[in-house]
């Protein structure tokens, strides 16, 4: 037994914020952001559930799936819409699903993180998964704070996991280090709070060391990867990273310029873009890394 890929989507909000709009409100330029970032603009509003809701709808559609036959969704998220319950459970009423539903949260790593689950109990207990990733971060951001506004946006992805002979991930390497909490993070009732030095450098660090972790655990090279499909949470990390596990840029996904930091939207949303553009075919090797507070990483070779 295994699983495959059936079925994606995504959902970006109406509004959109560009940089000269951010120029308006703090000292700040649109050749400031996209120099130090890679972005140009960001997609914001809707509640972590209606975005989530509208990826799955997409998802289900061009998997074929009725909602009736999924027997479990799991949401990806940092930002609920709620302390409780679970969003995943308002996700699963609105789309008409019977299963069952659960959130998880390992910030912008976490899509990685609900993927391993969902991928063993397609695998597993012969069900169907309905993954989505869905965050508005926006809501926490202090509109004063440079160094974060001009970062976040809000978005989801959706994947649809079914069983199957195939088998979806070839290998995972995944980690924590909790002692750096306190560099990104965000109180009960507060703003979002970064230590965006640090954060850079532990970001590249991580993922880079992940990766070369994964290949050496699964034998394979950055040559055998046919798309590189990271967290969009700056380009110079993007870079950065890329530079280091030997895949060129042209064989990497970046959305970040049309749609800012998504947290857990990120990769799940770069995916579906990927495969509405075309990029990926069956067979294909897809790794996926990630890394956010916590500090959290994942990453993950899946087969197309």
């Given at each position: 037994?295994?699983a ?5 989507g ?28 890679g ?48 969003t ?52 926490f ?15 989801a992805g959706a ?9 979806l ?5 995944a980690g ?23 954060v ?44 280091r596990?030997?895949?060129p ?36 090797l ?11 990483w994942a ?5 197309w």
């Amino acid at each position: 037994m295994g699983a495959r890929i059936t079925g994606w989507g995504y959902k970006l909000p109406e509004k959109v914020i560009t940089n000269d709009d951010l120029a308006q409100k703090m000292d700040t330029s649109d050749a400031w952001i996209r120099e130090r970032t890679g972005i140009a603009k960001r997609h914001i509003g809707g509640t972590t559930s209606e975005l989530a809701t509208e990826a799955g709808k997409a998802a289900l559609k061009a998997s074929g799936t009725d909602a009736k036959d999924i027997g479990l969704v799991i949401l990806a998220t940092a930002s609920p819409d709620r302390l409780m319950p679970a969003t995943s459970a308002k996700v699963h009423e609105q789309l008409g699903i019977q299963g069952g539903a659960f959130d998880c949260n390992a910030a912008c790593a976490g899509f990685i993180y609900a993927l391993l689950s969902a991928y063993g109990i397609a695998d597993k207990f012969d069900t169907k998964v309905l993954l989505i990733g869905s965050d508005t971060l926006s809501r926490f951001v202090d509109e004063q704070d440079r160094q974060t506004a001009v970062l976040f946006g809000d978005g989801a992805g959706a994947l649809v996991i079914e069983p199957d002979a195939e088998e979806l991930i070839l290998g995972f390497e995944a980690g924590t280090n909790g002692g750096g909490d306190n560099l990104l993070y965000i109180d009960h009732g507060d703003k979002l709070k970064m230590n965006g030095k640090e954060v850079f450098k532990q970001a590249v660090r991580s993922d880079s060391e992940s990766i070369k972790t994964l290949f050496r655990k699964t034998s394979v090279s950055p040559k055998d990867i046919k798309l590189f499909v990271p967290h969009q949470a700056n380009i110079r990390i993007i870079e950065a990273v890329t530079s280091r596990i030997d895949i060129p840029m042209e064989n990497t996904m970046v959305t970040i310029s049309e749609t800012g930091n998504t947290t857990a939207a990120s990769i799940p949303l770069a995916l579906a873009k990927a495969a509405d553009e075309n990029r990926l075919t069956r067979g294909d090797l897809i790794l996926l890394s990630g890394f956010g507070a916590g500090m959290t990483w994942a990453s993950v070779i899946l087969k197309w």
